[in-house]
T-cell receptor
């Protein structure tokens, strides 16, 4: 069965701290895709990144970085020098088997960045 | 930029009413999806469609139906609204890609309250 686990329900940090959001997934597929989305208080899910299972290179985009490790089935997301605007719910997702276009979402991690 | 719009941001209906939630995308995407989001439960897929007039049940289709008469529009219908359908409803769309799972892009969401 496929599953995405975001064990951290809520995280609270003070501005400028670094924070890592954990994502662990389960799949028997050899080819799959992993995603991160951000949901600010306005409600709309904003796409952040997509990685395929053959590309284990870490990705950095400004203050955001992602660490993909197939050996531990993890795709963790780090925000460096967090800002209040980073406060949101963050979702990790996995492509469903069969290339249907469906995604399997984790429960989400609520990040609160305090000034 | 991909644009997914939903007909209402907030909606209040009474128990037993028939409710229509509309979603429109402007990127010529084949796939469209309806999710509901509830605290502690993450995103749950209600229905999806990979082509005009085609629909597939998601994880929680009971009490809902859908309509896709045109490629750009995907409607979610609550035949007889009940209080347990009070939720945030999110629409998404993506390309039906051959060999990989494309990114889903989300609308702003409709917060439905059934009294």
């Amino acid at each position: 069965a496929q599953k995405v686990t975001q064990a951290q329900t809520e995280i609270s940090v003070v501005e400028k701290e670094d924070v890592t959001l954990d994502c662990v997934y389960e799949t028997r597929d050899t080819t799959y895709y992993l995603f991160w989305y951000k949901q600010p208080p306005s409600g709309e899910l904003v796409f952040l990144i997509r990685r395929n299972s053959f590309d284990e290179q870490n990705e950095i985009s400004g203050r955001y970085s992602w660490n993909f490790q197939k050996s531990t089935s993890s795709f963790n997301f780090t925000i460096t020098a967090s800002q209040v605007v980073d406060s949101a719910v963050y979702f990790c997702a996995l492509s469903a088997t069969g290339n249907t276009g469906k995604l399997i979402f984790g429960q989400g991690t609520t990040l609160q960045v305090k000034p | 930029d991909v644009k997914v719009t939903q007909s209402s941001r907030y909606l209040v209906k009474r128990t037993g009413e028939k409710v229509f939630l509309e979603c429109v995308q402007d990127m010529d995407h084949e796939n469209m999806f309806w999710y509901r989001q509830d605290p502690g439960l993450g995103l749950r897929l209600i229905y999806f469609s990979y082509d005009v007039k085609m629909k597939e049940k998601g994880d929680i289709p009971e009490g809902y139906s859908v309509s896709r008469e045109k490629k750009e529009r995907f409607s979610l219908i609550l035949e007889s609204a009940s209080t347990n359908q009070t939720s945030m409803y999110l629409c998404a769309s993506s390309f039906l890609a051959s060999g990989f799972t494309d990114t889903q892009y989300f609308g702003p969401g409709t917060r439905l309250t059934v009294l």
